[in-house]
């Protein structure tokens, strides 16, 4: 269990910063957003809470920004669904010393840890607030991906064209 001054918010459903998912969309072209509301989905088929992301069946690719106090549960359905034949992309605090890391990183076909605190977007005003008081990183689950191991990358945010990201391998 995460303390509860990462939530000291009260607020659980924060929006992707846009320059991160425009980056991302690049990469990844998603087709659908798993955990979204109407003001914060990044893709024109999104599933909101009422739907339930963790019932639905997923589609590759699959974006996901999770609610931070049940992380485990969208890794779990993240990879399940890579079974199925969906990959996704979850947006997770880097937090390397919880058990949700420990057991669903393994599983993962790529790590990306983000080179700079985001700005997520606030549900209450749908602006953009200061940086995140943690770091973030993206776990992707390959549905094709048949490694032992998750290749760990850092990703830096570009200010410029989302056709200029820039991956570096470690």
């Not at 303390?3 to 087709?31: A, M």
Request: charged residues 25%.
């Amino acid at each position: 269990m995460v303390s509860p001054v990462h939530y000291s918010s009260g607020k659980d459903n924060w929006g992707t910063p846009p320059q991160l998912f425009e980056q991302c969309r690049h990469i990844w072209g998603f087709q659908l957003d798993a955990c979204a509301e109407p003001w914060s989905a990044k893709c024109r088929e999104f599933y909101t809470e009422k739907d339930n992301g963790l019932l639905m069946k997923w589609k590759t690719w699959t974006w996901v920004n999770p609610p931070y106090s049940d992380i485990e549960s969208w890794l779990e359905k993240a990879s399940a669904e890579r079974y199925r034949g969906a990959s996704s992309v979850v947006l997770v605090p880097a937090r390397t010393d919880t058990r949700a890391f420990h057991r669903y990183a393994t599983q993962a076909s790529r790590l990306f840890f983000i080179k700079s605190r985001l700005k997520f977007i606030d549900p209450l005003t749908e602006k953009e607030r200061d940086c995140a008081p943690f770091p973030s990183m993206l776990i992707e689950f390959g549905a094709t991906y048949t490694g032992t191991k998750p290749r760990v990358e850092f990703m830096t945010l570009t200010n410029s064209s989302p056709n200029q990201t820039t991956l570096f391998e470690v």
